[in-house]
Nanobody, 118 residues
């Protein structure tokens, strides 16, 4: 199993940037696909981005393409989500998640709040 802890959230003005980190411990981080999800008040949790085990393949939801970048450093057991040009609609609790190549998103962090003011 792997344990995940997010950090880096906070309050930022529209147009600003934040970088979220996801520190992994337990089983070797590099065996997991990593993803970021978010949940805004009153809304369902939604997929934001994912990155393959080796870091060569990324996927993004349409609303963040060109603004967010997912990355990982397997040597540091850490994943990242660089968020630029933030909008008030990006306000949510952001969660880091992990899954094996054939599994579901079974491993989750506790979440970190991102608030974007207009």
């Amino acid at each position: 199993q792997v344990q995940l802890v997010e950090s880096g959230g906070g309050l930022v003005q529209a147009g600003g940037s934040l970088r979220l980190s996801c520190a992994a411990s337990g089983r070797t981080f590099s065996v997991y696909v990593m993803g970021w999800f978010r949940q805004a008040p009153g809304k369902e949790r939604e997929f934001v981005a994912s990155i393959s085990r080796g870091g060569s393949t990324m996927a993004y939801t349409d609303s963040v393409k060109g603004r967010f970048t997912i990355s990982r450093d397997n040597a540091k057991n850490t994943g990242y989500l660089q968020m630029n040009s933030l909008k008030p609609d990006d306000t949510a609790v952001y969660y880091c998640a992990a899954k094996t190549i054939t599994g579901n998103w079974d491993y989750w962090g506790q979440g970190t709040q991102v608030t974007v003011s207009s």
